[in-house]
């Protein structure tokens, strides 16, 4: 692609543990950020279907409004693949935008039980391109999400560029992004919860150091967004007035120069434009998985091979043939 291209950050609340509400909400902004010209269209991190904001309120030693929560959060979560993903592949391909969109997701492949931080990406052609699981969640998250294998750390090559990315403090692994960039990423998105300083200055850092355009997309999530039913809003969240998260979402060039937000304490989507020859000039200085990687000096190992939990193995008699079916 020669001609300049538009990349779109989204800062949107859930519908807090309403599955269904929170995809017909979703399916919305990816059309309005396509009619408004986008190519690509980043969401927050656990957009579908809300992010477990509980954690960081309610002592780990309460175990039984922690595995209320968890069911809700279990009955509002998706597999991949499944029909939540099925329709907003569809309506990318309506829109002819790609899409990344951070889900909470159901380890399908296995007990169905656990859940997963999962960064789920979407073609223009209305496709599932694929999916990345993150890695460790942080502090009180590893009370509701699992730890991932880095199977899944893709670079996905579109027309426009090369895009990747990673969730939240995810961004803060310096090898996670190597990787990412010793595979050719241009664009780098980065859904989370983090928000203010020194996130900002991370996204910054990050844009700089990888050459690469930056996308952090966040929830403004205001404490009015909690169902009043639900028990943990009144316990613990008593004293807790206004904006849980504000957002911040924001847009940053490869020079590390904000080019579209912060924005702060509402809803809305950010727009910045991309010229194709910023994806390479400013690698002319520094290119981290080309000149400035020094290889014969430094280098990084990625285990991606999938561990299963479960490998089945058919064993026979000595001395017999297997069956053949």
């Known amino acids: 692609m020669k001609q300049p291209f538009t990349i779109a950050a989204v800062q949107a609340a859930s519908v807090f543990l309403d599955k269904d509400a929170t995809i017909a909400k979703a399916c919305r902004l990816i059309e309005k950020a396509g009619k408004g010209g986008a190519s690509l269209v980043v969401f927050p991190e656990a957009f579908v279907s809300g992010y477990p904001v509980w954690v960081w309120f309610i002592p780990p030693g309460q175990t ?27 309506v990318a391909g309506d829109y002819g935008v790609t899409v990344a969109i951070g889900v909470n997701e159901r380890n399908s492949e296995s007990s169905d039980s656990t859940l997963f931080n999962t960064l789920l990406y979407f073609g223009p052609d209305g496709k599932v391109l694929g999916k990345h699981r993150k890695l460790i969640p942080t ?27 990673l969730l939240c403090w995810e961004n803060y ?27 900002i200055s991370s996204m910054r850092h990050v844009a700089k150091e990888g050459r ?15 169902p009043d039913d639900l028990e943990f809003k009144s316990k613990y969240l008593a004293d807790v007035e206004g904006w849980l998260n504000p957002g911040l979402s924001l847009i940053v060039d490869p ?17 910045a434009e991309v010229h194709p020859d910023q994806l390479i000039g400013p690698r002319w200085q520094l290119d981290t998985a080309g000149h400035y ?31 053949s079916g």
């Open 139 to 165: 502090g009180g998250e590893r009370l509701v999400w699992g730890q991932a294998s880095g199977s899944d750390l893709e670079v996905f090559d579109l027309p426009f560029g090369r895009v990747s990315g």
């Open 64 to 90: 039984h409004p922690l595995r209320k929560l968890y069911t809700l959060l279990h009955d509002s979560s998706v597999a991949i693949p499944g029909p939540e993903a099925n329709l907003l592949a569809e």
């Open 212 to 226: 690469c355009f930056v996308v952090g997309a966040c929830q403004a999530f205001h404490k009015d967004d909690i």
């Open 293 to 323: 990687s020094r290889p014969d000096i430094f280098e990084l190992s990625v285990r991606r091979e999938p561990r299963p939990g479960l490998v089945e193995e058919l064993h026979t008699p000595e001395g017999e043939e297997p069956e």
């Open 255 to 271: 020079d590390g120069k904000i080019v579209a937000g912060p924005l702060d304490g509402e809803e809305g989507i950010l727009y």
């Open 173 to 199: 692994m310096p090898l996670a992004r190597h990787a990412l960039a010793m595979r050719g990423e241009q664009i780098h998105v980065a859904p989370t919860w983090d928000r203010g300083e020194p996130w």
